[in-house]
Each structure stands twice: as C-alpha cells, then as structure tokens.
C-alpha cells in the first residue's frame, strides 16, 4: 500500500502523526538498559498500579545505589520490545512485547494457549513460524486519561494525573495507536503474519474506534479481570485500518513505510 495523494485528509493524516511524534517517541528497547526500563514500568504497572502480579515474584537490582524492581517472566527470552517516551518529561509512558515463535519448536505454547479456551488456535506449524502474541500492553498512571483509567493496563476509559498541554492531553488516547506502531515494526523486522492477543474488553471497543480490529477466538476469561482471546493477521488488519481511518493507518505505518 502506498500513502494516498496530496488531499485535505492526508494533511490531516499527517497532522495526526506530526503531532504524535512532536510529543512522544516510538522506540524499540534494544539494549540492556532499555529493556530494564521495560521491566520497570511493568513492575509499576503490573504490580503497584493493578496487583496483577506479586511483587515477591519480581527481580530486583541495585540502580544508583538503591533497589528497583523489575516484572520479568520467561517468555521475555523470545520476544521484542517497544516503549513510549514522552519527550518533554523524559517519562516511559508505554510499553508493549511482542512474543515470537520459538525457532527450534513452532508447537511451543503461547501464553493466549495456556490461559484460554481457543475454538479456532492456530495449529498449522508452517503459520506458526510466522505467529506472534501481543503482550504486557501497559500504560502508565501518570498518562492514563481519567480516573476511570488507573485500575486498567491500557488506559482506555477517555483527569488528567499530571500536567500536559492540551495537545498532549488530546494525544493520550493514542499512546495505544503508538504501541500498536511499535507492534507492527517488531512484526515486520520478524517476519510475523499473525498475531495472537488476550485483551480487555473495553481495549478492543477502543482499538475498533481506530479500525483496529482483531477476531476473538474463544470465550472470555478471568485473568486479571476479564479478557478476550483474538487472534489478526496483519496484513488484513492494516487494510481495514486504512479504510477506516487514513490517520491512523498513517501513524501505525509511518506513512507507509511498515505497510
């Protein structure tokens, strides 16, 4: 797919990415030392913000002569990571990972496989070479909306915590289109045709407002709180997104550049 000629909606196309970008950063964790951030902010989210997971299972390291907390699990081993800086601050706003097929066994489970009932799970080993899972979706407290929004990991429910200008504050809803920018540039940099995903009801209402849309594939589970297993290929999924909404195909494939 290629941009579409110079119209009044590709100013605004532009005018979403060009805005999105003068306010966060799009980054793939790739160093040690970004990664740490990674597990940071999932400790902060996974752990103080939602008590998803235990705090006593967490790792912890000595940073700057003080102990910080890292959320770790073993499927960090197989995967790739982006996170959301908000430039003026410096501040980690999001992250996400993205969880590939293990190259010497392409039966190896998925976490969706482990926690969920799957009416339709991807068994062929030929797609499962190219099969991926969307996981450890996170935003930050302090880049959550409303209140309603601070028990959740995505922020999804559109006060704000801290002070942004009002640019910045009609951004935050899209800090999920910024993961999913980052998603999409793990999947191509791998070779991922599929992606698998467990997500809160309330996230996939929001992702269809932006033409994201992902097919569900077994009932709903309780896994801290309720989620919905789904499944997209992403080539699919970029073409409903773009005749959705142009802005946000813009700003999830860099102008077509990811396309």
């Known amino acids: ?38 597990y940071k902010l999932r400790f902060q989210v996974y752990c103080l913000e939602t008590g998803f997971e235990r705090v006593e299972d967490c790792r912890t390291v000595v940073e700057d002569g003080r102990t910080v907390h890292l959320e770790i699990d073993d499927y960090d081993r197989r995967s790739l990571h982006y996170l959301i800086r908000h430039r003026r601050t410096g501040l980690y706003a999001a992250t996400v990972r993205l ?3 293990d190259p010497e066994d392409p039966l190896a489970p998925y976490p969706i496989e482990e926690h969920c009932v799957l009416e339709a799970p991807v068994t ?98 309780d896994y801290h709180g309720l989620r919905r297993p789904c499944l997209a290929e992403i080539d699919t999924m970029l073409a409903g997104i773009l005749e959705s909404d142009p802005a946000v195909w813009d700003l999830i494939t860099e102008g077509g550049k990811y396309a």
């Open 1 to 38: 797919m290629t941009p579409i000629s110079d119209t009044p909606a590709r100013s605004r196309r532009m005018n979403l990415r060009g805005q999105f970008n003068r306010y966060f950063e799009i980054l793939p964790a790739d160093t040690e030392a970004l990664r740490r951030e990674v």
């Open 99 to 101: 969880i590939l097929p």
């Open 124 to 221: 062929d080993p030929a797609v499962r070479r190219h099969l991926a899972e969307i996981s450890r979706f996170a935003v930050s407290k302090e880049f959550k909306r409303r209140r309603g929004e601070v028990g959740t990991l995505a922020g999804v429910n559109p006060e704000p915590e801290i002070y942004f200008e009002p640019d910045e504050r009609r951004l935050l809803p899209h800090l999920t289109i910024g993961l999913f920018a980052g998603i999409l540039r793990m999947a191509r940099q791998e070779g991922i045709s599929h992606c698998y995903a467990v997500m809160e009801p309330a996230l996939l209402r929001l992702l269809r407002l932006f033409g994201v849309r992902f097919t569900t594939i077994g009932p709903d589970v």
